[in-house]
């Protein structure tokens, strides 16, 4: 007995007690369990016919986002199978706090969630910049009136925006960004390829300029899995701009960093918040290949990595998260059908749609001409070149950079073609760019 409360048995035995006792709901009152466990009780409980909720994790309750006492329902973050990652660091404390912070992309989920851990440091001033008002209006109004923080500096622009971004710095001084604008959706920028080179990558190359003539010290740009080994136009356009602050790494007071992301859980447009309203609509669930499979990280996951590669690196770094094994999609979209309490193409239908242009069966952290080095945090690794291919030297690079630059902006797509196969081998604008 716990309590005078019964102890029935152990987990073994949770199907026959659900049938014998007539079990309607289940509480997992162990959120900080491996997520193997978590998982694997979610799913029996679901499949012996009871619903299952959980108490939140130790770190929601810290990072204010739940009370204690507030049970929830299962979701799929609860089950990825492996461990979520919390990084710890003291130094994150003395780098941030009193600092003016500017973050760009700051109504997005991951800009919006990054907004909420960097006002635990207590930076002086934060400067978020979005070009879209609502959700700029959103996070301002939630930092303000949840988290009681008000030196808070919405500004409703367009990185590109060589005018406005330049009144941003010149007021406010920032003395660290996060970038995290990005046009990020593969098969509208498919359809859209210059607008993705000219917002990621020339959007990215204009603030760094800005940071470098401002004195920003340190510079951290979001970057994806996309951009190795490109095979559509978003992955190119964030491959540029890694090579382009690669070139930079430090120029006077300014260190750039990169953090490259696998899939972000949760985030708006993603696969996850796709699939629950296709259930709750009744179906289909709509999978493009069996085999597909993608690193998984959720929201808080990345935006600490964010965070500590700007307290860890020195300028130049390609930081990546361990995120463990690849997950299949046709199993992420069983298992929420399950955790929907229904039964996978019996209740809700899953369907091939083929995959779309410009998508891989398979993401990959590194490319081939790259190794994983192990860094002081066993769950954060830089991504080291060791290729023996073609190498240009820095100069070079920015020069190449620099024509892109022109050529995307008079639409010179012959000589654009060439200069990116040149920082691109397997760049295919038959494949990749479609006019």
Known sequence: ?????????????????????????????MPSAPGKLRKEVALRAKEAGANTKTLPSLYEVIDGHVYLYQVRDIEIEDILGREPIRIKNPEVVSEIQDKVVLITGAGGSIGSELCRQVIRFKPEKLIIV??????????????ANKYAFVSTV????????????????????????????AYKHVSLMQLNPEAAIQNNYLGTKLLAKMAINHKVKRFVMLSTDKAVEPKNVMGVSKLLSEKYLQALSKVR????????????????????????EQIRVGGPIRVTHPDMKRYFMTIPEAAQLVIQACIMGSGGEIYVLDMGEPINIIDLAKNMIKIYGMEPDKDIEIV????????KINEKLVNSEEKLAATEFKQIFTAKNHGKGKKYSKDETLNILFN???????????NLFKDIKKLIPNFDEKEMWYK
């Open 154 to 181: 919405p500004i409703v622009a367009d990185i590109r925006d060589r005018g406005a971004m330049k009144g941003v710095f010149r007021k406010y001084k920032p003395e660290i960004i996060f970038h995290a604008a």
């Open 130 to 143: 979005d070009h879209a008002e609502n959700s700029l209006f959103m996070i301002e109004e939630e930092l």
């Open 404 to 414: 892109i630059e022109k050529e995307i902006q008079i639409y010179d797509y012959s």
């Open 352 to 359: 091939f749609t083929g995959p779309r242009k410009g998508e």
């Open 1 to 29: 007995r716990i309590h005078g409360i019964k102890v029935l048995g152990p987990l073994s035995s949770m199907e026959s007690l659900i049938k014998k006792l007539g079990i309607d709901e289940i509480l997992i009152a």
């Open 253 to 276: 007071d300014t260190s750039f960093m990169i953090v490259r992301f696998g899939n972000v859980l949760g985030s708006q447009g993603s696969v996850v918040p796709l699939f629950k």
